[in-house]
């Protein structure tokens, strides 16, 4: 792996990511029920390449409560699902910004020199949380995977649409978190077609690692059910324009 650890440091941003984790912490604390299986499979050192389902706007933020050790993010600035309030909390934690629609170079780059650094990267595949099943990956996970031949921890994330509902009840939510075992390492030979062919062999692999720590009714596009399949198929598409895979392959 090669990247500039000089002008992507890992970790970084300690102090004011250090106040939001104890921010997040008590917010789960007041609103959720946490509960988290197989911590035992998260490498005690190392880069790690995490990915999970992104069923809900703050996602990342139940990420950041479950892991000890810093996680890096990709993501997109852009949440039109989530509240304008929070839209602050991407700036001030310090994403790598993903420019939806497009091949996002920086980003890629960061997440190469973070993990050159040992350092660890959290990375939603599905690229959005616009519904509550599963959807195909988009090639940047698979991308950074291949490229650096990191282990990809999958998470399965569940409950986190139930919190405000839960929350106007007057109850807490119960959230699961699911970590299982790391999968890879990946590679991505090749050029072309070729190589846009295995993005979507990794991605599915990534997917189908995230579908078996989720429920099985929220696995769409990767259900063994054939109806869930075909309900699936209307979130299955992307609602940004793209031209993002041809242009990951020339990276």
Same mark, same amino acid.
């Given at each position: 792996?090669?990247?500039?650890?000089?002008?992507?440091?890992?970790?970084?941003?300690?102090?004011?990511?250090?106040?939001?984790?104890?921010?997040?912490?008590?917010?789960?604390?007041?609103?959720?029920?946490?509960?988290?299986?197989?911590?035992?499979?998260?490498?005690?050192?190392?880069?790690?390449?995490?990915?999970?389902?992104?069923?809900?706007?703050?996602?990342?933020?139940?990420?950041?409560?479950? #892991?000890?050790?810093?996680?890096? #993010?990709?993501?997109?600035?852009?949440?039109?699902?989530?509240?304008?309030?929070?839209? +602050?909390?991407? =700036?001030?934690?310090? +994403?790598?910004?993903?420019?939806?629609?497009?091949?996002?170079?920086?980003?890629?780059?960061?997440?190469?020199?973070?993990? =050159?650094?040992?350092?660890?990267?959290?990375? #939603?595949?599905?690229?959005?949380?616009?519904?509550?099943?599963?959807?195909?990956?988009?090639?940047?996970?698979?991308?950074?995977?291949?490229?650096?031949?990191?282990?990809?921890?999958?998470?399965?994330?569940?409950?986190?649409?139930?919190?405000?509902?839960?929350?106007?009840?007057?109850?807490?939510?119960?959230?699961?978190?699911? +970590?299982?075992?790391?999968?890879?390492?990946?590679?991505?030979?090749?050029? *072309?077609?070729?190589?846009? %062919?295995?993005?979507?062999?990794?991605?599915?692999?990534?997917?189908?690692?995230?579908?078996?720590?989720?429920?099985?009714?929220?696995?769409?596009?990767?259900?063994? %059910?054939? *109806?869930?399949? =075909?309900?699936?198929?209307?979130? =299955?598409?992307?609602?940004?324009?793209?031209?993002?895979?041809?242009?990951?392959?020339?990276?």
């Amino acid at each position: 792996m090669s990247g500039s650890g000089q002008a992507y440091p890992y970790p970084r941003r300690r102090m004011i990511r250090a106040v939001l984790k104890a921010g997040i912490a008590l917010a789960f604390k007041a609103i959720a029920r946490l509960e988290v299986s197989g911590r035992e499979h998260v490498p005690a050192s190392g880069p790690l390449l995490v990915i999970g389902n992104h069923f809900h706007f703050a996602d990342p933020a139940c990420l950041i409560h479950v #892991f000890r050790t810093p996680l890096e #993010f990709l993501g997109g600035f852009n949440m039109p699902n989530a509240p304008a309030v929070v839209h +602050i909390f991407p =700036a001030m934690y310090g +994403i790598y910004a993903v420019r939806r629609g497009e091949a996002s170079r920086d980003a890629m780059r960061a997440a190469r020199a973070v993990l =050159a650094q040992g350092g660890r990267i959290g990375i #939603f595949p599905e690229a959005g949380s616009w519904a509550q099943v599963l959807r195909p990956a988009r090639p940047g996970a698979p991308f950074i995977a291949a490229e650096t031949g990191v282990p990809v921890l999958p998470v399965g994330i569940d409950g986190m649409n139930d919190i405000f509902p839960s929350l106007w009840r007057g109850k807490r939510a119960r959230v699961r978190v699911r +970590i299982g075992p790391p999968i890879g390492p990946f590679e991505a030979p090749g050029r *072309g077609r070729a190589r846009r %062919d295995r993005f979507g062999e990794i991605g599915d692999q990534m997917m189908r690692a995230i579908a078996r720590l989720i429920p099985p009714e929220k696995h769409g596009v990767y259900s063994a %059910d054939p *109806g869930i399949r =075909a309900a699936a198929q209307s979130a =299955a598409a992307y609602p940004w324009d793209a031209a993002t895979e041809s242009e990951i392959t020339r990276m």
